[in-house]
């Protein structure tokens, strides 16, 4: 057994990042709960929960007889360690009599995070009952957070009368008010019907990878005649804007974005984000979309764009929303609807995402490998080739098959063929491919380099660009290879329209082999770009 520390120098361990305390040391860490230094004993607070639950019965037996300091410690410990059981919760109900005020209020918190439904109306009777003792504004802050997190539906009426009546407690009853809605109303219906349609038009967007803006308006205009208009597309931005006539499922035509979402009027930012969130959805336009569409109760989730979870303005404004429509419900974790809010031009954008809605256009795609595409940027690849009736078609490095799936739900074609090295790759291509009900597909066993499928006319593909192959510097000859050979294997007239992540080089070597670049588009690939490109044997 190694010597037992000092004070001094169990404080000193402490600081160091990750540090349990051994069982022959558990009792002097407890005091610590206690130092003068409060970041001591909040480390000591750490160190303890990172003991597990197997701590409890020696925190309740240290708690019996500690001093104050070091009991409300042992609260705060016991929080951190998700109690459960009938002696937990006990000892937390008998310490919300403690003399101490700061005991009183951590074995409040403690009691909200008890795994014990057994235990939940004793748990509640105790929180109700201290409310009633007229505790202070920190007690009571404690005690609202617990009843919410019960989902105490006795507790509704008491916290929003502290809301009106108390400023400092308005936070912390909202949000527990918020909670108790939303627990008590989860087991009610809530989904969404895309096939409804709206008394007046409805401005949506589409939301792409950056970069396939112009292909995804194009597809928009020609493909989906519910739309009154599409706005002209901004390069970079991801999204194209449109106005809708018509149901939801008539956006499933657009094969080239990857998600929806039902665009509301921007606000002006008066610089809180929270006022200009409920606005948006205060609007006119929220409301009808999200009860047009919406089957039963409205249950909604707010993210932000830019990122962060904002936690104190996403509870400002689900409080706001639900003074104005008391029957929508704020629900992180079984929301209907996503609403997301960016700040943009000195305006908050909002846009509503039909969350729990399934997207039945790729519901062929039952297997997949590792970086396989996408099947909306195979759509986009499919755009930019222009299908033609003709087409013998060929993916030399067809991974799971989704960009041969996409050029048959495109249109009328001769032939198509599909390669790989990797075997698990053609089982996959083989499973999807009977999932699309698409047969008479040659799949085969082979080498981009040297496969050469005969009167080849489109080549469509998304070929390897890992970061091994960058690293080791193969990527570059592996491209310039493949060019070389699509020279060598596609007919006149036909076209090469893939993502290359060396775009320059391979539209320098094209040239070169007397092939010519048709088109080019900067894509997002998610954190490194890729060129769209069309090239096309003269």
């Not at 921007?266 to 409301?287: H, I, K, M, Q, T």
């Not at 993210?303 to 029957?327: E, F, K, N, V």
């Not at 009328?412 to 698990?424: I, M, Q």
């Not at 006319?457 to 970061?467: E, K, Q, S, Y």
Request: charged letters at 25%; proline letters at 6%.
């Amino acid at each position: 057994m190694p010597p037992q520390r000092g004070r001094d120098a169990l404080r000193e361990a402490l600081r160091a990042r990750g540090f349990t305390p051994g069982r022959s040391e558990t009792d002097a860490v407890v005091e610590l709960l206690a130092d003068p230094d409060e970041a001591v004993a909040r480390e000591a607070e750490r160190a303890l929960a990172r003991m597990g639950p197997a701590l409890l019965t020696h925190l309740m037996s240290r708690a019996a007889d500690g001093e104050a300091k070091v009991r409300a410690g042992t609260y705060r410990v016991a929080g951190r360690l998700a109690p459960q059981g009938e002696a937990e919760a006990t000892w937390l109900i008998r310490g919300l009599e403690d003399p101490d005020p700061r005991a009183r209020r951590h074995a409040a918190n403690a009691l909200g995070k008890l795994q014990d439904s057994s235990a939940a109306r004793a748990i509640e009777d105790a929180l109700l009952a201290a409310w009633d003792r007229s505790p202070s504004a920190d007690m009571q802050r404690a005690i609202a957070a617990s009843l919410g997190k019960l989902g105490s539906t006795r507790a509704v009426e008491r916290l929003q009368t502290a809301a009106s009546q108390d400023s400092t407690l308005s936070q912390a009853a909202g949000r527990a008010a918020l909670t108790i809605a939303r627990e008590s109303t989860r087991g009610e219906e809530s989904t969404i019907d895309p096939g409804r349609t709206p008394a007046e038009p409805t401005s949506i967007v589409f939301r792409c990878r950056a970069g396939l803006e112009r292909i995804v308006a194009e597809e928009a205009r020609l493909a989906c005649p519910a739309l009154l208009h599409v706005d002209p597309p901004r390069r970079g931005e991801g999204r194209v804007f449109a106005r809708l006539r018509g149901s939801l499922n008539e956006l499933f035509r657009v094969r080239t974005a990857t998600t929806f979402a039902i665009a509301l009027p921007g606000v002006p930012l008066d610089g809180d984000s929270a006022n200009g969130l409920a606005a948006a959805l205060g609007s006119e336009e929220a409301r009808r979309a999200l009860e047009t569409w919406t089957v039963g109760t409205v249950r909604y989730r707010i993210a932000w764009a830019q990122g962060g979870h904002r936690r104190a303005a996403t509870w400002r404004a689900a409080q706001t929303i639900a003074t104005r429509h008391p029957a929508w419900v704020n629900d992180p974790t079984a929301s209907t609807w996503e609403v997301v809010a960016r700040e943009e031009g000195g305006r908050l954008q909002v846009e509503l995402s039909p969350r729990s809605l399934d997207d039945p256009r790729f519901a062929y795609r039952v297997r997949d490998v590792p970086a396989a595409s996408h099947p909306a940027l195979a759509a986009a690849l499919v755009r930019a080739a222009g299908p033609r009736d003709d087409d013998v078609v060929w993916d030399p490095f067809m991974g799971s098959g989704v960009e041969l799936v996409e050029r048959a739900r495109a249109g009328p074609y001769a032939r198509l063929f599909g390669s790989d090295t990797n075997p698990r790759a053609l089982d996959a291509a083989r499973a999807n491919f009977a999932a699309a009900n698409l047969h008479g597909v040659q799949i085969d066993l082979a080498d981009a380099l040297a496969h050469s499928p005969p009167r080849t006319t489109l080549i469509l593909t998304n070929p390897p660009m890992g970061r091994r192959l960058v690293r080791d510097g193969s990527l570059a000859t592996l491209l310039d290879r493949f060019i070389d050979h699509v020279s060598a294997v596609l007919a006149e007239d036909g076209r090469l329209v893939w993502l290359s992540p060396l775009g320059t080089r391979t539209s320098e070597r094209a040239t070169l082999r007397g092939l010519k670049v048709t088109l080019e588009e900067v894509v997002d690939m998610g954190g490194f770009p890729a060129h769209l490109q069309r090239i096309v044997r003269r």
